[in-house]
């Protein structure tokens, strides 16, 4: 196999289409699928070869990469593609997933004679654009120099784990502290505007300290500025993993209430009509309206 492949990217929300951009700017032939057409069609202006079906995606492409919702969208989109897929290929299954699932997944893989890849990533819009996402890729280590091209297109770090299921467990246990300090950052400036306190005071108060940290600023920024769309990362879809990782440490003997009492606020934001919007509008869930 060249360094230069055939992919099809099956998903091109914001994720998916800023990897098929990626990987078209390292010249690679990319095939791109979506639910919503539209949003497939437009990557044809990058390059890319917007197709009808996910089974026309995957017919005689070197690998796979999905990046749909959930676990369910991965498994319907499958059944249609991996019949037309080539025994072989290599899947690089990137959409965030229950543990359950990318079991699942795995033993469809094996069924067809695919090399599967348990590898969702690490960053939202901004580092998925620029390119500089972290890869967390479990699968066959006989072939992962075959899929090197493709996690280098789309990342700036890849960490290599062993088995299938390696890379959801760290990327649970990675968002379940990403999704704490959105509700963290959220809740601290909701209670400092509640009782009259500057939020600048706060972060005058913190700067250069332990409990500083720049992605609390960031998101907090984001709040105060109200500009939340459009999202680096939903809040539904933000619900979405907080679920999934609430339900990993249940079925591992682990209470996660701040986990669960976050997937509430996510709810409740939605609720309020701010499901598109990004995960920073968390914000509005600690009022009524």
């Given at each position: 196999?060249?360094?230069t492949l055939?992919?099809a990217?099956?998903g091109?929300g914001?994720?998916?289409?800023a990897?098929?951009r990626?990987l078209?700017?390292?010249?690679?032939t990319?095939r791109v699928?979506?639910r919503s057409?539209?949003k497939a069609?437009?990557?044809a202006?990058?390059g890319?070869?917007p197709v009808e079906?996910?089974?026309?995606a995957v017919?005689?492409?070197?690998?796979m990469?999905t990046?749909?919702y959930?676990?369910?969208a991965v498994?319907e989109v499958?059944?249609?593609?991996?019949?037309?897929?080539?025994s072989?290929?290599?899947?690089m299954?990137?959409?965030?997933?229950?543990?359950?699932d990318?079991d699942r997944?795995?033993?469809?893989?094996?069924?067809h004679?695919?090399a599967?890849?348990?590898?969702?990533v690490l960053g939202?819009r901004?580092p998925?654009?620029?390119g500089?996402?972290?890869?967390l890729?479990?699968g066959?280590g006989e072939?992962?120099e075959?899929?090197?091209p493709i996690v280098?297109?789309v990342?700036?770090r890849t960490?290599?784990?062993?088995?299938?299921?390696?890379?959801t467990?760290?990327?649970?246990?990675?968002?379940?502290?990403?999704?704490a300090?959105?509700?963290?950052?959220?809740?601290?400036?909701?209670l400092?505007?509640a009782?009259?306190v500057d939020?600048?005071?706060?972060?005058?108060?913190i700067?250069g300290?332990?409990?500083d940290?720049?992605y609390l600023?960031?998101?907090?920024?984001?709040m105060?500025?109200?500009?939340?769309?459009?999202?680096s990362f939903a809040?539904t879809t933000?619900?979405?993993?907080a679920r999934?990782?609430?339900?990993?440490?249940?079925?591992?003997?682990v209470?996660?209430?701040?986990?669960e009492a976050?997937?509430?606020?996510f709810?409740?934001a939605?609720?309020?009509?701010h499901?598109d919007?990004?995960m920073?509008a968390?914000?509005?869930?600690?009022?009524d309206k």
């Amino acid at each position: 196999m060249t360094d230069t492949l055939t992919v099809a990217v099956l998903g091109t929300g914001i994720m998916g289409a800023a990897m098929a951009r990626n990987l078209l700017k390292a010249g690679h032939t990319v095939r791109v699928w979506n639910r919503s057409a539209d949003k497939a069609a437009a990557l044809a202006g990058d390059g890319a070869v917007p197709v009808e079906s996910a089974a026309e995606a995957v017919r005689d492409a070197d690998v796979m990469l999905t990046m749909l919702y959930d676990g369910a969208a991965v498994s319907e989109v499958m059944d249609e593609a991996l019949p037309a897929v080539r025994s072989g290929a290599l899947w690089m299954q990137s959409t965030t997933v229950s543990l359950d699932d990318v079991d699942r997944l795995a033993a469809r893989a094996a069924e067809h004679g695919l090399a599967f890849y348990d590898a969702p990533v690490l960053g939202t819009r901004q580092p998925a654009e620029a390119g500089q996402l972290t890869v967390l890729a479990a699968g066959p280590g006989e072939r992962r120099e075959e899929l090197t091209p493709i996690v280098e297109a789309v990342g700036s770090r890849t960490v290599w784990l062993d088995r299938p299921g390696d890379a959801t467990r760290l990327k649970l246990v990675a968002n379940s502290w990403v999704l704490a300090l959105t509700h963290a950052g959220a809740e601290t400036l909701s209670l400092a505007e509640a009782l009259g306190v500057d939020p600048d005071r706060f972060f005058q108060l913190i700067e250069g300290g332990p409990l500083d940290n720049g992605y609390l600023r960031a998101k907090v920024g984001l709040m105060r500025s109200d500009q939340l769309s459009p999202a680096s990362f939903a809040v539904t879809t933000a619900e979405k993993d907080a679920r999934l990782i609430a339900e990993a440490g249940r079925r591992h003997g682990v209470r996660l209430d701040l986990v669960e009492a976050g997937a509430e606020r996510f709810r409740r934001a939605a609720d309020q009509g701010h499901g598109d919007k990004d995960m920073a509008a968390t914000y509005y869930a600690s009022f009524d309206k």
